[in-house]
T-cell receptor
């Protein structure tokens, strides 16, 4: 069965500091991995994805994520956080052998302090 | 700009009422999805559809049904609303068939309160 774990309910970081939001996954076979962001009272917006190839994936708004197959992780990172990055972040996984179901983690709230 | 539009942002209904949540996408996507979002639980898949008139149950289909009569429209129906269906409902769509389907595009959400 597929599952996604985001071990931190909230991450606090000062503006200008690097940020990391953690994600680990479990899926049979090779995964497609995604990060989405949600601002208050809005739907989710796609940030980036890993399909195949280079383990370091770059996405929107300066975010990047590193796929680590041995640790089954896909942590979201940004070198310098902005107050406007404060939002709810979701990691998601889907099998790459077909199927339509995307499984989401519980979400991590990022709070960036000025 | 691509768009997924949910007809109602906020609804308040009474227990036992029938509730319709409508979703329209303008991207000619094959696949459409209904999720519910609850704090601490993330997003859970209720139903999805990969073609007109086709539907499949997700992880929590009980108490819900869906309809997809046209490619661009996917409706979620609560036959008899209950208080435990108070939630944020998110519609999403994506392209693709076979082994690869793309990232999801989400609507703004419909916050339903059942009294």
């Amino acid at each position: 069965a597929q599952s996604v774990a985001q071990p931190e309910d909230q991450v606090n970081v000062a503006e200008g500091n690097p940020l990391t939001v953690k994600c680990t996954y479990s899926v049979s076979g090779n995964p497609y991995l995604f990060w989405y962001v949600q601002y208050p009272n809005r739907g989710l917006q796609f940030l980036l994805k890993y399909i195949t190839g280079d383990n370091l994936v770059k996405g929107s708004y300066g975010f990047e994520a590193e796929f680590n197959k041995s640790q089954t992780s896909f942590h979201l990172k940004k070198p310098s956080a902005l107050v406007s990055d404060s939002a709810l972040y979701f990691c998601a996984v889907r099998r790459n052998t077909g199927g339509f179901k995307t499984i989401f983690g519980a979400g991590t709230r990022l709070f960036v302090k000025a | 700009d691509v768009k997924v539009t949910q007809s109602s942002r906020y609804l308040v209904k009474r227990t036992g009422e029938k509730v319709f949540l409508e979703c329209v996408q303008d991207m000619d996507h094959e696949n459409m999805f209904w999720y519910r979002q609850d704090p601490g639980l993330g997003l859970r898949l209720i139903y999805f559809s990969y073609d007109v008139k086709m539907k499949e149950k997700g992880d929590i289909p009980e108490g819900y049904s869906v309809s997809r009569e046209k490619k661009e429209r996917f409706s979620l129906i609560l036959e008899s609303a209950s208080t435990n269906q108070t939630s944020m409902y998110l519609c999403a769509s994506n392209r693709g068939t076979g082994t690869y389907t793309g990232e999801l595009f989400f609507g703004e959400g419909s916050r339903l309160t059942v009294l």
